[in-house]
């Protein structure tokens, strides 16, 4: 496993994460135990959750093994959490970055987990009603009273990273190291600005669904409907949460004739290398600037063995080239696109 430090913190950590957000759900308990062991013994050390991942039996999951392992094990390991998201069974003030909600939130992680201290505290969402001051405030109280080592952000545009870093610095308050967003050879559109914000304030990008919901993965063909517990199954089988979900991140991507060129490069590569398709879109992602943590998100020890063959490899230049013209973002407009290009570059 490679180490890298978190972020601008000086702490080391594993550079694939395991996320959680399937356990107590398509998950269950006894396969998320193996998950997680599986997880260790490959050297693993980041564990990613939320106090949203079904509606906190992820945390209480976490907990219970955390609970079973040897004192080494419970020391080494780097528990990360989320609070402020909306969950299904929130109510008018049980979400939003608040005081109110996060003292909630972030007490009953602890609690959760079975912890007195949690590696790192991330707001889950930007609120656009509570001041950001009030959040930021928070999270230094949190810091100080010993209960967070360190605070993320995650899901925040470019302006709202910045501005909670001005904050920060201006107050003296507990700067961020991390921030938690989407990215993938399916999903760069991030590069445009959040992920220069992020570089240019030292924050470590811990990139979630790296496998865009498993459509890098190469399971999937064009003309064929996945079943199952699959994230693009058909729609009778999910919610309509879940659904709205899979549209908004997932399901465009399905439809673009550049998706599938990008998986037969994929696989073009994969074949030549005697590995999986998800172990060379996972190695493209860990290799990219300003990347802290690759968040594996599995459903079984299967998956999360098959994820973690990427930990031995190495893309070549003209491989990550390849991949990177590839999935290139479909052009975009001011101020992105050539006019930002111009921008980015002088020509020197």
């Known amino acids: 496993m490679k180490y890298v430090p978190l972020g601008a913190s000086g702490l080391g950590t594993s550079i694939y994460a395991l996320g959680t957000a399937t356990f107590g759900g398509s998950t269950d308990e006894a396969e998320a135990m193996k998950v997680l062991d599986a997880f260790v013994e490959a050297g693993g050390l980041l564990i990613d959750t939320a106090d949203a991942y079904t509606d906190g039996r992820a945390e209480a999951i976490i907990g219970r093994w955390l609970h079973n392992q040897r004192a080494h094990v419970r020391e080494r390991m780097l528990l990360s959490t989320k609070g402020g998201g909306y969950t299904t069974t929130a109510t008018l003030n049980r979400w939003g970055n608040t005081r109110h909600n996060l003292t909630r939130a972030l007490e009953t992680s602890l609690r959760r987990l079975g912890v007195d201290c949690i590696t790192l505290y991330q707001a889950h969402t930007w609120d656009p009603l509570t001041p950001l001051e009030e959040t930021m405030r928070f999270l ?6 010993g209960k967070v080592r360190y ?17 920060a610095d201006t107050r003296a308050l507990a700067r961020p190291i991390t921030y938690q967003a989407q990215y993938s050879l399916l999903c760069r559109e991030i590069e445009w600005e959040i992920v220069e914000a992020g570089r240019a304030n030292g924050l470590g990008l811990l990139a979630w669904s790296p496998l865009s919901g498993g459509l890098l993965s190469g399971k999937y063909a064009p003309d064929a409907t996945p079943s199952g517990p699959a994230r693009f199954a058909d729609r009778a089988e999910r919610g309509k949460m879940h659904d709205a979900y899979v549209d908004a991140l997932y399901r465009g991507h399905a439809t673009r004739e550049g998706t599938w060129q990008l998986l037969k490069i994929l696989g073009e590569i994969a074949a030549a290398r005697n590995t999986t398709t998800a172990a060379v879109a996972l190695a493209w992602v860990a290799a990219r600037p300003g990347v802290s943590g690759v968040v594996l998100g599995v459903r079984n020890s299967r998956q999360l063995t098959d994820n973690l063959q990427a930990r031995s490899i190495t893309l070549s230049d003209d491989e990550m080239e390849r991949l990177t013209e590839a999935s290139a973002p479909r052009p975009a407009g001011y101020p992105y696109g050539s006019f930002g290009a111009m921008q980015r570059s002088r020509g020197i």
């Open 151 to 167: 605070a993320g952000l995650s899901n925040y545009t470019g302006w709202q990273l910045q501005k909670s870093v001005d904050l």
């Open 140 to 145: 230094d109280d949190a810091v100080h009273a």
